[in-house]
């Protein structure tokens, strides 16, 4: 009996070892190297209590007529505010939307009660998550541009943020 | 009743039980295993160069096939992306590998879009577009998503299966690549479908 509780305990101790390695590896599975920009990034913009930072944006691909927007907004006050949209010279419109991956499928909805930004918390807009979707742009986004996006909140009103333009890739906005 | 045959009896047990649990174990994966469901279709579409396209662009080599549009602001760019890393990784060795960008969205992707977009990736990727009841079917028959979704507007984006399908040399599905695998596993499905 001695041994067959020593295999079940090495077998249990071999199932943890490959669990192990398998976590290890889902850690290295960020991005490439994310385009770091952090001199030419723009400061944070302060709009009553909301602030914006880390804006950017993605160069765009040929023929692609779309452009993704990111940024983080951080809200101090007591009360949420909500990011309804926005406009810009650089696009037709500009929508708040969402991807989320549906088992295999990929899902894109246009949020069209705008995004909230929780009271005393804060929204993320990353690739892959929630976005900014410029629509239509005027002309291609080249990397190292800015493109200015005046951004509406329900409560803040209108801030004008810029958003750098990144590598076709970027993974967001460096800061060392 | 003696120890002797206790411990007797207790180890023809357990010896049973393991082999019942091997022979479940067996059979399970027998009836789990993907049964060979019909996949694929002939087509008649245009390559991103403008010349006609069947379904032998997808034989005697082996075959990445991804489905996706040009509007695609994160799933294709990210995915076609790796995939030029991929190639790139593989060298000499991926040299018969043949990949294809089929768009889902052809009403918008041109034959001169789709070669301007996948131009910005690598060489080694061609795209696909055409009829869409000629993409329609090939869609369906590879049992991918793909569903128009109105914005404001008029406009419209597209939901869509955003995994990369790797067929061997006879144009069977042998494993798929999903959005975000990790690095490594795919190359790893990629020399093993490579090796055939």
Redesign the interface.
């Known amino acids: 009996m001695k041994i067959l509780f020593r295999i079940t305990a090495l077998v249990f101790f071999a199932a943890s070892l490959s669990f192990a390695a398998q976590a290890h590896d889902h850690s290295k599975m960020g991005q490439g190297d994310p385009a770091a920009m952090s001199e030419e990034m723009m400061e944070p913009v302060e709009a009553g209590d909301l602030t914006l930072s880390d804006a950017f944006t993605r160069a765009t691909l040929p023929g692609a007529k779309v452009g993704g927007g990111y940024l983080k907004i951080a809200n101090s006050a007591s009360e949420p505010d909500r990011l309804i949209g926005g406009t810009t010279a650089a696009a037709e419109r500009v929508e708040v939307h969402e991807m989320k991956m549906d088992g295999n499928v990929m899902q894109m909805r246009q949020l069209k009660d705008g995004l909230e930004i929780p009271a005393g918390g804060s929204a993320e807009l990353t690739p892959g998550g929630l976005h900014l979707m410029l629509m239509n742009i005027t002309k291609p986004f080249k990397e190292g541009d800015m493109i200015p996006v005046t951004l509406e909140f329900a409560k803040a009103g209108k801030v004008e943020v810029q958003f750098m333009v990144g590598a076709a890739n970027a993974a967001g906005m460096e800061h060392n | 009743m003696n120890i002797r045959l206790l411990r007797y009896g207790l180890w023809a047990g357990?010896a049973a039980l393991s082999i019942f649990l091997v022979l479940t174990y067996i059979s399970g994966r027998q009836t789990t295993a993907p049964r060979a469901v019909e996949l694929g279709t002939s087509f008649n579409l245009i390559d991103q160069n403008g010349n006609p396209i069947t379904e032998a662009a997808f034989k005697g080599h082996p075959t990445a096939l991804f489905f996706g549009f040009?509007?695609c602001?994160?799933?294709c760019?990210?995915t076609l992306?790796e995939m030029a890393?991929w190639l790139n990784k593989l060298g000499d060795e991926g040299r018969d590998l043949r990949v294809f960008f089929v768009s889902v969205d052809p009403e918008r992707d041109t034959p001169e879009?789709?070669k301007?977009?996948t131009?910005?990736f690598t060489d080694r990727i061609t795209g696909i577009t055409g009829k869409p009841e000629e993409i329609d079917k090939l869609v369906k028959s590879w049992r991918i998503?793909a569903k128009k979704?109105p914005?404001?507007?008029g406009?419209y984006?597209?939901?869509?299966?955003?995994?990369v399908m790797l067929l061997d040399r006879d144009s069977r599905l042998k494993s798929?690549i999903?959005?975000?695998e990790?690095?490594?596993v795919a190359l790893k499905k990629l020399k093993l479908l490579i090796a055939g």
Do not use: C, L, R, W
């Open positions: 357990i040009t509007h602001p994160e799933v760019p990210t992306f890393d879009v789709m301007g977009y131009a910005a998503y979704v914005t404001e507007n406009d984006t597209m939901d869509h299966t955003a995994s798929t999903d959005y975000k990790n690095s490594d």
